[in-house]
């Protein structure tokens, strides 16, 4: 059985590989496929398509380590901060010090974004501004992940996607939170039901007196602080040369700083600023592909061209 959340990807190389009498057999689920032209024997999993090294893979997947890769090499980033678990924090002392942690929330009055060191979607991120907060945030990620990573919050003013191949821009395209216009009648609660928005992540990032307050009209509300796609936001094709051109300058030092062929890298800008957000080696467009199907088809197939190259 295809896992649906990678109907996409999975249609895509099956349908390549049709197209070029390559052999595929789709194992565990979805989660791995074995392609076979020949000779040639790839592999594919998760959204892995097999042109990264381990050493690349790992470094774009582990956001501490990744942070601090683009730092030795001069590309402006978001810092992050690991700390460990119980499990793995022996090897290191100090890597779970609650109080360094603290610090970290002290020198930054804006607050925290807290999230596991690895993983995507956004899955188990938090925004923090307390030291309740900060440690029921680092309690409910170590239950479930071995890590965590700390960052500053920083207002992000505009997110962008590079998908990058190669030092070659497939697909550039920006993040758009969901947003409300108030009307002077309804609760922020209401307008976002309204809107189909799920009421579990607006109550991780409103109290019940926000959601219940009726904002005046004409005021734009921002539903999410988080650019995830997962999380509600919407993709959009980047269309300004000049924006473009500089986020895949900045994507592309980022890829050649980790040595990576294929993945898609986030850039935002704050303060005026583009930086480096975060990387991922497996490149997982599923939600763009509901909008832009042809486009995500185009790129998956250059990346397979790459592999059986």
């Known amino acids: 059985m295809v896992l649906i959340s990678q109907r996409i990807f999975l249609e895509t190389i099956k349908k ?14 979805g989660w791995l496929v074995i392609m076979t032209k020949g000779s040639q024997r790839r592999l594919s999993i998760g959204y892995d398509i097999g042109l990264n090294s381990a050493v690349a893979h790992q470094v774009a997947n582990d956001k501490s380590a990744c942070a601090e890769v683009l730092a030795s090499a001069g590309v402006s980033a978001i810092p992050h901060t690991l700390f460990l678990g119980a499990k793995l924090s022996k090897h290191i002392p100090g890597s779970d010090s609650l109080e360094v942690m603290r610090l970290l929330l002290d020198a930054h009055p804006q607050g925290l ?8 979607s956004g ?36 997110e962008v996607r590079v998908v990058l191949l190669d030092a070659r821009a497939l697909i ?12 002077g009648i309804h609760s922020l609660r209401a307008l976002a039901q309204a809107t ?23 005021e734009r509300l921002l539903l999410n602080w988080r ?8 993709p959009v094709l980047l269309t300004d040369a000049a924006t473009r051109n500089a986020c895949i300058a900045l994507a592309t030092m980022a ?5 990576i062929r294929f993945a898609s890298i986030d850039v935002v800008r704050a303060d005026g600023a583009w930086k480096v957000l975060e990387m991922n080696s497996g490149v997982k467009m599923e939600a763009l592909g509901r909008h832009h199907p042809a486009l995500v088809e185009a790129a998956y197939s250059a ?7």
């Open 172 to 183: 550039v395209y920006g993040k758009t939170r969901p947003m409300v216009v108030a009307d």
């Open 255 to 259: 890829a050649q700083a980790v040595g």
């Open 16 to 29: 390549y590989c049709l197209a070029r009498a390559i052999t595929v057999e789709v194992r565990s689920g």
């Open 196 to 218: 189909g928005n799920q009421l579990k992540t607006l109550t991780e990032d409103f109290d019940a007196a926000a959601l219940d307050a009726i904002p005046p009209a004409g």
């Open 123 to 158: 899955e188990l991120v938090f925004r923090v501004t307390t030291r309740t907060q900060l440690e029921t945030a680092v309690a409910r990620i170590l239950a479930a992940h071995p890590s965590l990573a700390i960052s500053p919050y920083v207002a992000i003013e505009d």
């Open 113 to 120: 974004v807290v999230k596991p060191n690895e993983g995507t």
């Open 227 to 234: 650019h995830n796609l997962d999380a509600g936001a919407e």
């Open 303 to 309: 990346a397979l061209d790459a592999v059986f190259a």
